[in-house]
């Protein structure tokens, strides 16, 4: 079976040594032992014969495979850049078509449901390429697959995309994927550079060369039907220069001015009439076709100035001719060998039309530039037309055909309303590149102010995805200015909470846009702007966490699920319990946080947004930990990463590699922990993103302490205190003095662990609701106290400490237990080792061996208990005395 067929196989000689590389290319997917796939880029000049070469390929795979399913696509300079997944979304109408074959329709269907004409969106980009790469998998699991895209420069960015993801995979999908390709100046060709080296040992380039004299003659011969004499074969050896296109067109241009005629049993030519010179082939097409009646002519002209291919009903509309009379001009132009027949398409309006296609690139680009002006501009404005009204209801899913017809006519009333629609239609796709060219499109054709605003807002989402930020920020900040000037609440929040974020993750202190915030929240509230005000409340939950207010965040973060399960919306609520999950979980409440983790999931897993899942596996593993569920929390994470690996979302790949050498150092892992920082640190590097350089040169940091190099801890952490921002990371501050104060302790400089404690309690102050590695600065407290001779006030912060870990946090629990023995150790032996011993029962059940290591030498060390040691530790939780907690702090001042 075959997606399309495209007529007659074209001519094909001396193409052997080519042939039984690619034929080596297909057996290689039919191995017994699980076969591989490959993309194979046939490059050479133009007419050279690429698309023969790859066509005769496939005929032969359709001819001697049974079963076998042939998919092919095809680009057109001018009309295939700005349609998104273009070559793919014609494959995908090319199996739905398939009638001889359901089972193929169905895994259709069932694998790739996104990419059926009038899909509803998928889960995301990546979601959408998991689908077509699904796709091929299953079809391979029933059927050979090769498929193939011609002229792959002019395609679309996001296809070149999709192709280099589906490139990767091939070593374990056996599908043959075939694209021809030609270097081009033009500003709308695209490079495959980056394609091939981002698909790798997956990619062969096969150059197609020239053919040599002797191939040539029996081109020709092939062409004419028989030999011929020296004359011809020497003229036309010279002439074709080894271009299989060059000498069909020429011999078939002089075959019909009569110039080479049959005498006896072959052709010749008188030598006077040979032409002269070195005719250039788009004169020599054009001159072919001069030969014939205007009327040829005048419809392949309407032909060559339209869509991307050739329908026979819309060209009778250009033409305002009979639907038979222009189709007996295009199969006259099929029997010159101009064009080729491709089947057939039935309209939602009812007609059926027969489609074509230029027999090459060339013949296409010769015929319409002779179109020009008025001329022009009417024959693609009667294409434009007559595809919206063929197209009826569906004409959305044509948008991105029809939108380019209005744009190259610069129709200003249809340029907005199809640039909007095609732009519409690429934002369903995730199609950024594409939706970026369309909104622009947009935005300049526009006559009104409000609407022009609300597009530009739309292109600077654009530009703040694709790593624009400056440009997204100077767009945002004057449609804010403007929103708030014509008092549009709804533009106004939109505009200035995407401009709140864009300035946090540029590295705006989050206080200095607190105010902004602010503003968008209360204008939220009092229009009742529902969806924006769940916009404005996340924005303002994650600046409150930065700026270390819990109570705040935790209030912002609950309205927000509020709004949010008011709009009806699964997403919306998944993203705000996402959001107040975070906040319970870094904010002393991880049982809270663990329900609403699972809630999002349970969401995001119904709609198959790979994103938001691995946010929320992060999330669970994140509260798992806390619990000391390590092995949980390790398969959590695990799963969040294999999730952002095929989301393609690097910077949070880092971080979650973060997260796991963490757990792995805390285990004694280091080697493998050691390997994850170290290409966490390369990767976030390579990204230039400050904020993971810092957390993964922090995480080194602890491996150095848990190891026992307090001197490369010590040199670490100053080099992270160097390249701390001024604001905004004071979670990375906090971890950085707290390992340098231990550090210090361990190696028994008093002096310089008393100064790193009070810089500790500054990163107190504000922020006593936090969680996250509270119980390392609990420790430092508790040494330092003890180490200025008050032991009653040092045993008071360690059962505050221990009384806010118990049940919670079996880690910190361990930590602040092993500490506490090390100050009970001298006047109660026998409290310090109940303490010790409830730290190596707890860090042996987690498996924290280095510190379940520390805590047994410690246990060796201490003296026998004394049964009649006085209670000089301190009383319960209940003694506690926070004043003289904070006054013995503010004598550190000095």
């Known amino acids: 079976m075959a997606g399309s067929k495209n007529g007659e196989r074209k001519r094909l000689v001396a193409r052997r040594t080519e042939m039984v590389q690619l034929d080596r290319v297909f057996q290689d997917t039919r191995a017994e032992k699980g076969g591989r796939g490959r993309l194979v880029v046939l490059t050479g ?87 077509f790469i699904a796709l091929c998998r299953a079809i391979t699991q029933q059927s050979p697959l090769a498929c193939l895209i011609d002229d792959l420069q002019w395609c679309d960015r996001s296809s070149l995309d999709l192709l280099a993801r589906l490139g990767t995979t091939l070593a374990s999908i056996p599908v043959v994927f075939v694209a021809t390709y030609e270097g081009s100046e033009s500003e709308s060709a695209v490079s495959i550079k980056g394609l091939q080296h981002r698909v790798g040992a997956n990619a062969i380039e096969l150059g197609v060369r020239r053919l040599e004299d002797d191939a040539v003659i029996k081109l020709a011969e092939d062409i004419l039907g028989g030999s011929f004499g020296d004359e011809l074969a020497a003229w036309i050896s010279r002439t074709a220069r080894g271009l299989p296109l060059r000498a069909e067109q020429l011999l078939l241009w002089m075959s019909e001015k009569k110039v080479i005629k049959k005498r006896l049993f072959k052709r010749s030519v008188r030598e006077s009439e040979l032409p002269t010179g070195d005719p250039r082939i788009e004169d020599v097409i054009l001159g072919r076709l001069d030969e014939q009646k205007p009327n040829l002519r005048w419809t392949l002209e309407a032909a060559a100035v339209g869509g991307p291919v050739i329908d026979s ?22 029997r010159l060998g101009l064009l080729h027949n491709f089947g057939e398409r039935r309209w939602a309006s009812g007609p059926r039309s027969v489609r074509y296609r230029f027999d090459h690139p060339l013949v296409r680009k010769a015929i319409g530039d002779r179109v020009s002006g008025k001329r022009s501009e009417h024959l693609i404005g009667r294409a434009a037309a007559t595809t919206e009204k063929l197209a009826g209801a569906a004409a959305g899913e044509l948008a991105d055909e029809i939108a380019p017809l209005y744009l190259e006519i610069d129709d200003t009333s249809k340029c907005q309303e199809w640039s909007l629609r095609a732009a519409d239609l690429c934002e369903r796709l995730y199609a950024l590149y594409e939706l970026e060219s369309y909104l622009r499109a947009a935005a300049r054709t526009s006559s009104e102010e409000l609407a022009r ?76 702007l529902a969806n924006e005000l769940v916009m404005a409340l996340d924005l303002s939950t994650v600046v409150a966490e930065r700026i270390g207010r819990a109570e705040e965040a935790l209030l912002m973060a609950e309205e927000a699920l509020h709004v949010a399960e008011g709009t009806g919306s699964p997403e919306i609520v998944a993203n705000a319990a996402y959001r107040l999950a975070r906040v319970h979980i870094s904010w002393d409440s991880p049982q809270e946080g663990r329900v609403l983790a699972q809630r999002a999931l349970d969401v995001y897993g119904q709609v198959d947004d790979l994103g938001g899942a691995a946010v929320c596996h992060e999330l669970l593993g994140l509260a798992n930990f806390r619990a000391g569920e390590w092995y949980d929390a390790l398969h959590h994470w695990e799963s969040a990463l294999e999730s952002m690996e095929v989301a393609g979302v690097p910077d949070q790949k880092v971080a979650m590699q973060a997260n796991i050498a963490e757990l792995l150092t805390l285990r004694g892992e280091f080697d493998r922990a050691m390997r994850l920082f170290k290409s966490g640190l390369q990767q976030a590097t390579e990204l230039e993103d400050e904020p993971l350089i810092l957390r993964s040169q922090t995480g080194v940091a602890r491996l150095e302490f ?35 104060a231990l550090a210090y302790l361990e190696l028994g400089d008093e002096l310089q662990a008393w100064q790193e404690a009070a810089r500790l309690e500054q990163l107190y102050q504000g922020k006593e609701g936090w969680f996250e590695r509270r119980a390392e600065g609990d420790a430092v407290r508790i040494r330092v106290i003890y180490l200025d001779g008050d032991s009653w006030l040092a045993g008071m912060v360690a059962q505050q400490g221990i009384a806010e870990t118990v049940d919670k946090d079996p880690y910190g629990e361990g930590f602040l237990r092993y500490h506490q023995a090390h100050i009970l150790g001298r006047d109660q032996p026998g409290e310090a080792r109940k303490a010790v011993e409830r730290a ?49 702090f503010d004598s550190l001042d000095g």
């Open 453 to 528: 605003l609300q597009i530009e807002n739309r292109l600077a989402a654009v530009y703040g995805a694709t790593g624009r930020e400056p440009e997204a920020e100077a767009i945002l900040e004057a449609v804010y200015e403007r929103a708030v000037e014509l008092d549009d609440k709804p533009l106004a929040v939109r505009s200035g909470t995407m401009l709140g974020w864009l300035r946090l993750e540029r590295g705006v202190p989050p206080a200095g846009i607190s105010g902004l915030v602010g503003g968008m929240v209360d204008a939220a509230r009092s229009a009742e």
């Open 313 to 334: 009903t819309i060209v009778a509309a250009q033409s305002a001719k009979k639907h038979e009379e222009v189709l007996e001009q295009l199969e006259l132009g099929t």
């Open 706 to 740: 848990e190891r026992g190099d307090y001197a490369s801890v010590l040199e670490l952490t100053e080099k992270i205190r160097n390249h701390l921002p001024d604001s905004g990371a004071w979670k990375i501050d906090f971890q950085t003095t707290a390992i340098r």
């Open 840 to 888: 190596i029962e707890l860090f042996g059940k987690l498996g924290a061996a280095p510190m379940a290591a520390r805590a047994r030498r410690l246990s060796s060390q201490l003296p026998e208990a004394d049964p009649l040691e006085a209670d000089a530790g301190g009383g319960g939780e209940d003694d506690i005395d926070d004043d003289k907690i904070d006054a013995w």
């Open 45 to 131: 000049e133009t007419g050279v014969g690429k698309t023969a070469l790859a066509e005769a390929f496939l005929d032969r795979i359709r001819s001697e495979e049974q079963g076998a399913v042939v998919l092919l696509a095809r680009c057109v300079d001018g009309r295939s850049t700005l349609r998104p997944y273009g070559p793919f979304r014609d494959m995908a109408v090319q199996l739905a078509a398939l009638a001889d074959d359901p089972a193929i329709g169905a895994v259709l269907r069932k694998t790739a449901p996104a990419w059926l004409p009038g899909a509803a969106p998928s889960a995301g980009r990546n979601a959408l390429f998991d689908q």
